[in-house]
């Protein structure tokens, strides 16, 4: 308080000019209540006379001029009673200015111009209590938007995709946004400080690391990941202990060190959503494999890698036969199970060069690179055998034996195809094989131009 005092200049002899005025000054409060009251009416005010206004020490406390812990305490309550009165920050400012030139017109009652800026500087310093108290409920505000827009797009992102969002990691989240609100409405006097935890095991966040959740997070972003926990709770803690001194300009700065503190903890929850919703958008949630939109991505990767090393590029779309009549004969819950097991034999027939995907339906596809095209054809023919060799749905009643059609192509690193091109050569080659009797491969090998 001394440090603004200082910088908006109130000087000691002023505030003893004050003082020695102190027994005029009191006489004078029904004429500075007349002035506020006809000032209100002639503004049509919501607020029809100064006792709506003003706290009932207001008046004594700024003509007495000891600004000590009290009317500092006093003016910031004073600023909250404006702001939960509906009162905007301009209108408050207004009333300031107001009350600025029924004290000058005091002052020039007396003909005394020390005692004007005295008083003006005084209203001053109110001036920057109000500035730092809606400063800090503009930032709560902001904070609350904020992160109910955070909340809301991740969620709208993961329905785009007909996914659901990680319900732990999100809440984790939220929890962590509420707890740093709650904080700043602590700070402001909107709700006891006592409605909340101070100690990091004891918030919801902190519960949710100690029951597994901290085993979400990367094993060597743990340490800073906690440090940051722990100097938010920390830092807010120091912000509650100066709100109950009433000093807002305190409670700023623990409060902005403790929002760059809290930034550190939600960027670690929010890279593990990020992952979650990439994992969500490039993977088939029946099967587990990657699904068409990485497929797309690998395609291109593929055909660069191959036009770079002088590969052959490999592409292997597969169908299972028959399909239809297994779902229509034992349920779609049947059908599942077969294709999660589909799954399973691709992703162990496969090399480790090799990637598998679900392609839709009852197709999966694959995609290699291979110094020979015949290694392509090789792996495809591999595919086709483990298939027809293993026994699907063994868990249930009703074993089946499944096959699966083949189109493999392989392409020679110098052809120029796009991934459109390169998708409908295979899909004719998996055609043929259909139309040839099932449970073969039909391949070609494409040569450059």
Not at 352 to 364: A, H
Request: aromatic letters at 10%; hydrophobic letters at 40%.
């Amino acid at each position: 308080m001394n440090f603004i005092k200082e910088m908006i200049g109130i000087s000691v002899i002023e505030g003893l000019e004050i003082q020695s005025n102190n027994e005029y000054l009191m006489l004078q409060k029904p004429f500075f209540e007349s002035e506020f009251n006809d000032w209100l009416q002639r503004f049509n005010f919501e607020q029809s006379n100064s006792k709506q206004l003003f706290r009932e020490d207001f008046y004594t406390l700024f003509v007495a001029a000891e600004l000590n812990e009290d009317f500092y305490s006093a003016m910031y309550n004073q600023t909250l009673d404006w702001y939960r009165a509906g009162l905007s920050h301009n209108r408050v400012m207004l009333i300031l200015s107001n009350c600025r030139q029924v004290f000058i017109l005091l002052a020039e009652r007396k003909d005394n111009p020390l005692l004007a800026k005295g008083l003006c500087h005084i209203v001053d310093l109110v001036q920057s209590v109000v500035n730092s108290v809606f400063q800090l409920r503009e930032t709560l505000n902001n904070m609350k938007k904020r992160s109910e827009l955070e909340v809301d797009r991740m969620r709208r992102s993961f329905q785009l995709i007909a996914a659901e969002a990680p319900k732990e990691l999100l809440q984790a989240f939220i929890d962590h946004q509420n707890w740093k609100i709650s904080a700043y409405s602590a700070a402001l006097g909107d709700i006891p400080q006592g409605n909340f935890p101070f100690s990091t095991s004891a918030c919801q966040l902190g519960k949710w690391l100690e029951s597994g959740g901290i085993n979400s997070i990367p094993q060597e972003e743990r340490p800073a990941f906690i440090q940051a926990h722990e100097k938010v709770h920390s830092l807010g803690f120091m912000a509650l202990k100066e709100a109950k001194a009433h000093h807002p300009e305190k409670i700023l700065d623990f409060l902005f060190e403790m929002e760059n503190a809290s930034d550190s903890v939600c960027n670690v929850l929010l890279e593990r959503i990020d992952e979650a919703f990439v994992k969500a958008a490039t993977m088939d949630s029946l099967t587990g494999l990657a699904n068409r939109c990485a497929f797309d991505a690998q395609l291109k990767q593929n055909i660069a890698l191959s036009k770079r090393h002088n590969f052959w590029l490999g592409l292997i779309v597969i169908d299972i036969d028959f399909f239809k009549s297994l779902n229509d004969n034992h349920g779609h819950a049947y059908g599942d199970q077969a294709l999660k097991e589909v799954a399973q034999v691709l992703s162990q027939s496969i090399r480790t060069e090799d990637d598998v995907y679900r392609w839709g339906g009852e197709e999966f596809a694959v995609l290699t690179v291979d110094k020979e095209p015949t290694g392509i054809r090789i792996l495809a023919e591999r595919i086709r055998a483990s298939v027809a060799e293993h026994p699907f749905c063994a868990t249930t009643e009703n074993l089946a034996k499944l096959t699966i059609s083949l189109g493999s192509v392989a392409f020679h690193p110098m052809v120029d195809k796009t991934p459109n091109e390169i998708f409908a050569l295979v899909d004719e080659q998996l055609y043929l094989a259909k139309q040839n009797g099932r449970n073969r491969v039909n391949a070609r090998t494409l040569e450059a131009d």
